[in-house]
C-alpha cells in the first residue's frame, strides 16, 4: 500500500482531476458557500414548480455521482444503474403500498438494493472497459424486464401510483431540504471515498489493472466493493427520485435512465466532485423546461452533448476550470496554467 | 492529507447543518402566495399533457388537430368564457409528465387537465391533479383509473385502446357466429388488456378460444406468430397490436401466409389507424377493427368535423383527434351550462358528466359516464374501405351501443379480480 502510495501521490495527474487543489481555500470555500447559500434560499425566492425542480436535479445529481464514482475513479462505465435505482424505488414503492412502516419499507428498499447491486457486482467484477459496460447494460435491462412483465407485483408498465412521501417530507420545500442535506452528505462521502486508500486502488486498476495484479490486489474484489458501494448510492437516488414523483414505472429503469445518467457524468465533467450536479442540472433543465418553448430539446441535448465531448473532453466542470486558468494566465500576464494533462491510456 | 480532507469536509457539514437549522424555520413565502388569483376577467385555462415527442409522438400531433380545430371552429369561446390553452409535451415518460404537470397546475393555475394519453404518464398525472384538487380529462388507456384507483377529479373521456374498446370484437365474433377463435397481443399492459376485453366478451357470449399468441413488446417482424395462426384452423382470428411497427408487420405477414383471404381478422382501433394502414396498402382491405370512432361514421358532426379536418391539415382523422374533440365538445357544453360560473374540480367534473347524456351532436355519438368516471359509450366495429380518392380508411358496420368499462359484468365482481395479466386473461 505505502509503495503504491508513494508512486501515485506524486503523480501530477491526481491533482487538477478534481479541480479543487491548486486554487486558494478561500475562493473555494466562498464559491461554496455562495452556492450553499443560494440553494437554501430557493424555496424563499421562488415558486413550488422551481424547488420541486431542485430536488429533482438533486435526485439525480446523486444517481449520475453513483456513475461517476465508478466511471472515474474505477474507468468502469455503467449503462445499468437505472436498473439498480428501480430496484430500491420499486422495494420502496411495493413495501408502502402493502402497508409497512417507514423503517421498513427503507429496509426492504436497502435490501434490494444490495442484492441487486452484489448481483451487478458479481457479473462484472472481472470485466472491464466495454465488456463491463455491456454487462451492466444487460444487468439494468433484467432489471427493467422484471419490472415490466412481474406486473402482480410491480404493476407492469402501469407502474405503481399513490405512494405517499413521511409527513415531515411531505411538503415540497421541507423535502427539498432533505433531498439537498442527503445530496451533500453523499457528494462528500463520495469524495472522501475517491480520496481514500481504496479510491487510490480504483484508480491504479483503471490505470493499469496488470500491475496492480501483480502487485497483489485482488481486482475482482476491489471491483465488486466499488459496485456495492456506488450501487448503495444508485439506492439512494431511487429512493428519492419515487418520493418525488410519488410514482414509479418501469421507465425509471430503462435503459434511457440509464444513458441518462451517465450523459449527466460526461457532460458534467467525468471524475470531478461537481461534475454530476452539473450535469444533472443541464439534462434537466433541458428535458423539463426547454422542452416547453422548444420541440427539438432532444437535438439541442445531443449538439450539447457532441460538442461537450469534442471542446470539453473534461465536461463542462472541466472545461470551467481550463478557462479559468487561460483567462487568469492572461490577466497576469503569466501564461496558462496548464491545461488538464491527458490521463494515462490504460492497459499495461 | 485524509485528515485535512476529512476536517474540511465537516467543517462544510456543520456550517450547512447550521444553516439548513435557520432556514427550516421559518416557513418558506411560496407556502402562502400559492391560491390562484380566481376568475381572471373570463378566461377558462385548458393544460394540455401531450405526448409531442418520444414514441408515441405521433398521438399528440392528433390530439393537438383535433383540439385546435374545435376552438378554432368555436373563436375559442365556451358559454362567457374565452378558452385559453396550454400544450405541454410529456416526451412520452412519467417523470416528465408529472413535472410538466406541476408546472401546468403551479405556474400557470390552469382550470383543468386535458391528457395525457399513455397509460403510466396518466396514473402519475392523475394522482398530482386529484391531491391538487384540479380536473382531469384523461384521455388514457390505464382502465385502473376508472376502476381500482377511481378518483373524484378524473374522468375519462376517452380511452383508446384498454379491454373496453375490445368488448366489441369479441361480442361481434360471437354475433358472426364464430366458433372458435385465437388471439395475439403484445405481451405487456396494452396487449393483455386488449386481448383480455376481446376474450371476456367472446367467451361470455359462448365462443371457444383455441390459441393465445403473445408477442414482446417491440418485436416487428410478426411472420413466426402468424405463422403459427395459420395453423390455428380458427374460424376468426383477433390481433390487438399497438399500431405501431407491429401492427404493420402483423398485416403483412398475415397477407403472406394467405391468413386475410381465408380467415376473418378482427382488431383493436390502433391496428388500423391511418398511419398503419398508408405504409400497408391494400392489403389491409377488409379488416375489421373495434373503436370509438370511424372515419366513416355517418352523422351529421361527423361529416362537418372529418371535412374541416381534411381541409386543415390533409389528413384522416384518427380516434386519437376525436378524442380531442369529442373532450372539447364536452367541456364547451358544461361551460355553457354554468351560466357563467367558473367550474373547476369535482364540479367540472359533475358537470360534464351532466351534459354530456342530454347530448344529440357529440362526435363518437351518445356518451354518458358511470358511476367509477369511466366513459359509457357507442362502440364501432369498422371494415378498411377504399374511397374514392383512393385513401383507405375504416367504414363502420356495426354498432354496440352504450358500452361501459364493465361490458355486462357487475362491477363488483370485476373489481374484485385483478387486472388482466398474462395468466388471469379474461373475466
Known amino acids: 500500500m505505502n509503495s503504491l502510495k508513494g508512486t501515485l501521490m506524486d503523480e501530477k495527474t491526481l491533482a487538477p482531476r478534481t479541480g479543487l487543489r491548486g486554487r486558494p481555500l478561500l475562493v473555494r470555500l466562498i464559491v461554496i458557500f455562495v452556492l450553499l447559500a443560494a440553494a437554501l434560499a430557493l424555496p424563499y425566492i421562488t415558486t413550488g414548480y422551481y424547488v420541486s425542480l431542485g430536488s429533482l436535479i438533486a435526485a439525480s445529481a446523486i444517481l449520475a455521482a453513483s456513475v461517476n464514482m465508478l466511471a472515474g475513479d474505477g474507468g468502469l462505465v455503467s449503462l445499468g444503474h437505472a436498473g439498480i435505482a428501480a430496484a430500491a424505488g420499486y422495494g420502496l414503492a411495493w413495501s408502502a403500498k402493502e402497508g409497512f412502516e417507514l423503517w421498513a419499507q427503507l429496509l426492504v428498499a436497502l435490501g434490494l438494493t444490495l442484492l441487486v447491486s452484489a448481483l451487478f457486482g458479481l457479473v462484472s467484477m472481472r470485466t472491464r472497459g466495454v465488456f463491463f459496460l455491456m454487462v451492466t447494460l444487460a444487468a439494468g435491462m433484467i432489471c427493467y424486464g422484471i419490472a415490466f412483465r412481474w406486473s402482480a407485483v410491480t404493476g407492469g408498465d402501469n407502474g405503481l401510483s399513490g405512494i405517499r412521501r413521511p409527513e415531515a417530507i411531505a411538503p415540497y420545500w421541507t423535502f427539498y431540504f432533505a433531498v439537498l442535506v442527503i445530496f451533500i452528505i453523499a457528494t462528500l462521502a463520495l469524495y472522501m471515498i475517491s480520496r481514500s486508500p481504496f479510491g487510490l486502488v480504483l484508480r491504479g486498476i483503471r490505470d493499469s489493472e496488470s500491475r496492480m495484479r501483480s502487485l497483489g490486489y485482488p481486482i475482482a474484489a476491489y471491483k465488486f466493493s466499488a459496485m ?36 449527466m457524468v460526461v457532460l458534467g465533467g467525468l471524475g470531478t466532485v461537481s461534475g454530476p450536479l452539473v450535469g444533472a442540472a443541464i439534462v434537466i433543465l433541458i428535458q423539463q423546461v426547454l422542452s416547453t418553448h422548444f420541440d427539438r430539446w432532444s437535438t439541442v441535448l445531443g449538439a450539447l452533448f457532441i460538442a461537450s465531448v469534442i471542446f470539453a473532453p473534461k465536461g463542462l466542470v472541466g472545461g470551467f476550470h481550463s478557462l479559468v486558468g487561460w483567462i487568469r494566465g492572461r490577466l497576469t500576464g503569466k501564461p496558462a496554467a496548464p491545461h488538464i494533462p491527458k490521463e494515462p491510456k490504460s492497459e499495461g | ?370 358511476e367509477y368516471n369511466g366513459v359509457v359509450a357507442p362502440l364501432y366495429v369498422r371494415t378498411v374501405e377504399k374511397r374514392d380518392d383512393g385513401k383507405l380508411w375504416n367504414v363502420v358496420d356495426k354498432t354496440y351501443d352504450d358500452v361501459s368499462q364493465f361490458w355486462t359484468f357487475e362491477p363488483e365482481e370485476w373489481l374484485a379480480n385483478p387486472t388482466f395479466n398474462q395468466q388471469f386473461t379474461h373475466q
Not at chain 2, 80 to 103: G, N, V
Open chain 2, 1 to 370: 492529507m485524509q485528515r485535512r480532507i476529512a476536517k474540511r469536509g465537516f467543517l462544510a457539514l456543520t456550517a450547512f447543518s447550521a444553516a439548513f437549522l435557520l432556514a427550516a424555520c421559518a416557513p418558506p413565502g411560496a407556502q402562502q402566495a400559492e391560491e390562484a388569483p380566481a376568475g381572471e376577467g373570463g378566461v377558462y385555462k385548458v393544460g394540455l399533457l401531450l405526448s409531442q415527442t418520444g414514441f408515441a409522438a405521433s398521438t399528440g400531433t392528433d390530439l393537438t388537430r383535433g383540439w385546435d380545430l374545435y376552438w378554432q371552429q368555436h373563436d375559442n369561446t365556451a358559454g362567457d368564457f374565452t378558452i385559453e390553452s396550454i400544450y405541454e409535451d410529456d416526451a412520452s415518460e412519467p417523470e416528465t409528465a408529472l413535472t410538466k404537470t406541476q408546472r401546468l397546475i403551479q405556474e400557470e393555475n390552469v382550470d383543468v387537465l386535458v391528457g395525457p394519453i399513455l397509460a403510466n404518464n396518466a396514473l402519475a398525472v392523475a394522482d398530482y391533479a386529484t391531491q391538487s384538487e384540479v380536473a382531469n380529462l384523461t384521455q388514457t388507456s390505464a382502465d385502473d383509473l376508472t376502476q381500482r384507483e377511481s378518483s373524484p377529479y378524473v374522468l375519462r373521456t376517452g380511452a383508446f385502446a384498454g379491454s373496453q374498446a375490445t368488448f366489441a370484437a369479441g361480442a361481434w365474433a360471437a354475433d358472426e357466429g364464430y366458433m372458435t377463435a385465437a388471439t395475439i397481443c403484445p405481451d405487456y399492459a396494452f396487449g393483455w388488456d386488449n386481448c383480455g376485453g376481446f376474450a371476456s366478451a367472446y367467451l361470455e357470449a359462448g365462443g371457444e378460444i383455441t390459441q393465445q399468441l403473445w408477442y414482446p413488446q417491440g418485436t416487428t417482424d410478426l411472420s413466426t406468430y402468424v405463422a403459427q395462426l395459420a395453423s390455428a384452423n380458427v374460424d376468426v382470428i383477433f390481433a390487438g397490436t399497438t399500431g405501431g411497427t407491429d401492427a404493420v408487420g402483423f398485416m403483412q405477414a398475415a397477407s403472406n401466409f394467405g391468413i386475410l383471404d381465408s380467415t376473418p381478422v378482427v382488431t383493436g382501433a390502433a391496428t388500423t389507424s391511418s398511419a398503419p394502414l398508408a405504409t400497408a396498402g391494400d392489403i389491409s382491405l377488409g379488416i375489421h377493427s373495434v373503436g370509438y370512432y370511424a372515419e366513416g361514421l355517418e352523422s351529421d358532426v361527423n361529416d362537418e368535423f372529418r371535412a374541416a379536418y381534411e381541409e386543415a391539415y390533409d389528413a384522416i382523422p384518427s380516434v386519437y383527434a376525436s378524442g380531442a374533440y369529442l373532450t372539447a365538445q364536452l367541456l364547451d357544453k358544461a361551460l355553457t351550462e354554468a351560466n357563467g360560473e367558473k367550474l373547476t374540480g369535482e364540479e367540472l367534473i359533475e358537470a360534464v358528466k351532466t351534459v354530456a347524456p342530454e347530448a344529440d351532436d357529440l362526435l363518437w355519438g351518445k356518451v354518458s359516464f358511470d
Open chain 1, 228 to 263: 456495492m458501494l456506488s450501487g448503495f448510492f444508485a439506492g439512494v437516488a431511487g429512493v428519492l427520485l419515487v418520493w418525488h414523483a410519488e410514482f414509479v414505472s418501469p421507465t425509471l429503469g430503462d435503459f434511457i435512465a440509464s444513458a441518462m445518467a451517465l450523459i
